[in-house]
Nanobody
Framework: QAQLVESGGGLVQPGGSLRLSCTTSGTIFSFNAMGWYRQAPGNERELLARITIGDSTNYADSVKGRFTISRDNAKNTVYLQMNSLKPEDTAVYYC?????????WGQGTQVTVSS
């Protein structure tokens, strides 16, 4: 099973920032577009941001202008910089390839936005 390890979540006040990291194997990282997903209680998992091998990015409307995805090829790591966080951003955040593979899902990292 592939190893994708997410980190960087936590509790933050509305308007605050967090940076998530996802470290994975070179095989996954080098040959796939990568994405950040999230799942809030009672909701389906949704794709928030995508970055291609060539560093082209796309964002869901709900996070556009607030979140930034990036990748460090030397470290096989994908980042998600989250600014201006809102309570509705509370969820478990995951990384995966795009399109996602079932065998790539990791444990995720919890982000809670609350005062």
């Amino acid at each position: 099973q592939a190893q994708l390890v997410e980190s960087g979540g936590g509790l933050v006040q509305p308007g605050g920032s967090l940076r998530l990291s996802c470290t994975t194997s070179g095989t996954i990282f080098s040959f796939n577009a990568m994405g950040w997903y999230r799942q809030a209680p009672g909701n389906e998992r949704e794709l928030l941001a995508r970055i291609t091998i060539g560093d082209s990015t796309n964002y869901a409307d709900s996070v556009k202008g607030r979140f930034t995805i990036s990748r460090d090829n030397a470290k096989n790591t994908v980042y998600l910089q989250m600014n201006s966080l809102k309570p509705e951003d509370t969820a478990v955040y995951y990384c995966n390839s795009v399109p996602a593979r079932v065998d790539y899902w990791g444990q995720g990292t919890q982000v809670t936005v609350s005062s």
